[in-house]
């Protein structure tokens, strides 16, 4: 309904189509986020998972995190890297691993 002139018009029109005055629209509801933890990976480790695990929660693949952190390491030199993967090792939880496929019933099943 047209605030203006009061006329019938689609729900999520941003004007009239009669009068073409502006309609106030709320903006449409999007989910809610899924909240991400910084967690090692169960899955994904080559020695504890923390590369992995930024990766999961950055987004990234986890090969680009792992050179990109053995590089910053070496240019670095090796202390500052090495001690903070072993920190992050040490304060990061491990994330839990993922549950199995649920089994299709008999009648779903191709023959």
Known sequence: MCTNCQREIAPASNFCYYCGARQSVPPPQRPPMAQRYLMR???????????????????????????????????????????????SWLVMPVAPYPLPAAPQPASDQPR
């Open 41 to 87: 990976s169960a899955t994904d480790k080559r020695i504890a998972g923390v590369c992995a695990g930024f990766a999961d929660y950055f987004g990234l693949d986890a090969a680009l995190v792992r050179i990109v952190w053995v590089l910053l390491t070496f240019f670095t030199g090796i202390f500052p890297g090495t001690l903070i993967y072993i920190v």
